[in-house]
């Protein structure tokens, strides 16, 4: 069974800290994995696209890592900020259909305090 | 910041009363989806839209109905709206070509059914 499952849940940390975010997933075959942020009440805004042969991708502050050996993936976020906080989602696209069928994590929560 | 609107962003209804959630996008994308995701669960697809005059199912099954008569309008209705239809309504749409494909997200329709 396809699946996205991500870690922790939820995540608080002190502004200015950095943190850590994992994804592991089944799907196959696979296409390309994304991680998108998602604020309280709105929708996801992609923050990284990753095919198979790439195995880190940044946008500023976020450092997203692929190993497509072992089907995991991480969000590094640097120096973190009080606008940081939000649903961090991952989601992992097939090459299945030709729709490419997106599967979709539940997400974790961050926190950032000041 | 993605040119992709839905109205209402929030709706309060009684049970039984005809809706129709509105989704427009100004990007003349091809592809248009319809997610539905409760708190703190992954983005299920329930409609999407290859272009004009086509529709089709996602992996949810869903009581709602879509249209697609324009490419930058992808309305969702459901005729009788009952409390298990409460969630998070959000709309998306992608370019038809390029891989990996990126999806933009409008901002959401949380729904209440009473």
């Known amino acids: 069974k396809n699946q996205v499952e991500q870690s922790p849940q939820s995540l608080i940390i002190l502004e200015g800290k950095n943190c850590t975010l994992q994804c592991n997933y089944t799907v196959s075959p696979f296409s390309n994995l994304r991680w998108y942020k998602q604020d309280t009440g709105r929708g996801p805004v992609s923050l990284t696209i990753m095919t198979f042969s790439e195995n880190t991708k940044s946008n500023g502050r976020y450092t997203a890592t692929l190993d497509a050996d072992t089907k995991q993936s991480s969000l590094h976020i640097t120096a973190s900020q009080l606008s940081d906080s939000a649903s961090y989602i991952c989601v992992v696209s097939d090459r299945g259909s030709t729709l490419g069928r997106l599967y979709f994590g539940r997400g974790t929560q961050l926190t950032v305090w000041p | 910041e993605a040119d992709i609107y839905q109205t209402p962003r929030y709706l309060v209804i009684g049970t039984g009363k005809k809706i129709t959630l509105e989704c427009s996008q100004t990007?003349?994308?091809?592809?248009m989806y319809w997610y539905q995701q409760d708190p703190g669960m992954e983005l299920h697809l329930i409609h999407y839209s290859y272009g004009v005059n086509s529709t089709e199912k996602g992996d949810l099954s869903s009581e709602s109905t879509v249209s697609r008569i324009r490419t930058e309008h992808f309305p969702l209705t459901l005729e009788s709206a009952r409390p298990s239809h409460t969630s998070q309504y959000l709309c998306a749409s992608s370019k038809q070509q390029g891989d990996p494909y990126e999806q933009y997200f409008g901002p959401g329709t949380r729904l209440t059914v009473t």
């Open positions: 990007m003349g994308h091809d592809k």
